[in-house]
């Protein structure tokens, strides 16, 4: 009777532990499983993606700003914001609810034995947040690409977001010998929720000053793409694109004795939590699971491209680098690794740059580059003109 009942004791000892173990492994199977085989990119998502990719825009749409001009109709505006429109979480969450790149799973998608030049890779990322918990919605920001240190090599993947805390990022192989994939996640969607709230309540983080003179009266006041209040300010208006441009009225004199202006400051109202979500221990870090290498196998193709002319479509990834050297899907583009080269190509051509400081990069590597003897088609800064 005593060995009986102490059988059926251990009986349901084990069994008990048979179940527990099987939960265990369909835990841990289970999002693999379920990403690698349901949720497949679809084809209208991918259709947006390189949409985007591939005419640069403006993602800053909102109520407050107006930045399509008039040319723009009103159907068109809607088609572009839902087009851009970013998921998010409808509230703002805790940080412990946030997505924790350290520990976001990744895997490659039908993985392959070889690979061979043009072939395409995908790789299924799964966010999990700061208590390790599967997350269920997207809006995570992540930028991916895969690189060659070795070869000094690398292009770009898109991210395509499944809004359900999975993700796919897609890459095309592009170079033999090694590759390695690194992704990397900018902002969490809960942080991204904190940008997006402290844009549209409060659109004048950045501000500037501009700088009002007469005789030997000078007066200083801020400026800012948007108007604080009705009436609060000097109005100037480009004739061309008519973006608009405002200072505040200065004391005593006119607002056409605006003389110059300067980068003012930076603002923001922040709470505890919103620092926590931004802050640099949780912006720009690489998700440590992505580090996947393959080795690609030699193929030869053949680039059929056109004469870079303006306009052109930029697919994606708009190239690739090997040695050091950029080789573009746009249009055939030359080297120019010569000084005497270059300046056979610019020699008495006006060339406009207008851009942000990456473009400035260009602008100072030109005048460092190419020598300058003087006359009238010299450089210039146009960061010195008013």
């Known amino acids: 009777m005593y060995q009986k009942s102490s059988m ?13 173990m099987s939960l265990g492994t369909i835990y841990k199977i289970w999002p ?9 990119p679809s084809r209208k998502t991918m259709d947006i993606m390189e949409t985007l990719f591939a005419v640069p825009v403006n993602t800053n749409l909102s109520s407050t700003t107006r930045l399509l001009n008039k040319d723009v109709s ?29 520990i976001c799973s990744c895997f490659i998608k039908n993985l392959n034995k070889t690979y061979f030049v043009g072939d395409t890779l995908d790789v299924i990322l799964v966010a999990r947040n700061q208590l390790g918990n599967l997350k269920h919605y997207g809006g995570d920001f992540f930028q991916a690409k895969i690189h060659s240190p070795e070869q000094k090599a690398s292009t770009y993947g898109i991210v395509v977001d499944h809004r359900n805390g999975s993700y ?22 809960e942080a991204v929720a904190v940008i997006r709230k402290l844009r549209e309540s409060d659109p004048h983080k950045v501000f500037f000053y501009g700088y009002f003179e007469h005789g030997k009266t000078s007066e200083k006041t801020v400026c800012n793409i948007l108007e ?15 973006d608009t441009w405002y200072c505040g009225r200065p004391p005593t004199l006119t607002c056409d004795k605006l003389k110059s202006h300067s980068m003012g400051g930076y603002k923001a109202k922040l709470s505890k939590s919103d620092e926590n979500l931004l802050r640099a221990t949780v912006t720009n870090i690489e998700v440590p699971e992505s580090k996947i290498q393959i080795h690609i196998i030699q193929k030869k193709i053949t680039l059929d ?10 697919p994606v990834p708009a190239g690739f680098y090997l040695q050091d050297h950029w080789t573009s899907f746009v249009c055939s583009t030359k080297t120019f690794s010569q000084v005497s080269q270059v300046t056979s ?24 580059f190419v020598p300058f003897s003087g006359g009238p088609y010299g450089d210039r800064d146009s960061q010195t003109t008013p």
Request: aromatic share 12%; charged share 25%; proline share 4%.
């Open 345 to 368: 190509c610019l020699r008495k051509k006006n060339i406009y740059m207008m851009g942000d400081s990456t473009l400035r990069q260009w602008f100072e590597y030109l005048e460092q």
């Open 8 to 20: 059926s004791r251990y009986m349901k000892i084990f069994l008990l532990f048979v179940i527990v």
């Open 305 to 314: 491209l056109k004469k870079c002319t303006p306009g052109m479509k930029v």
């Open 168 to 189: 796919t990022a897609k890459f095309l192989l592009l170079w033999s010998g090694k590759a390695q994939v690194s992704i990397r996640m900018i902002h969490s969607s």
């Open 32 to 40: 693999v499983y379920f990403f690698e085989n349901l949720l497949a």
């Open 74 to 102: 009103a159907v068109e505006e809607e088609q572009l914001k839902e087009a851009l429109a970013w998921p998010a979480p409808e509230e703002l969450v805790s940080f412990e609810n946030s997505t924790d790149p350290r």
């Open 228 to 242: 604080t209040h009705k009436n609060c300010c000097c109005t100037y208006v480009d004739p061309i694109t008519q």
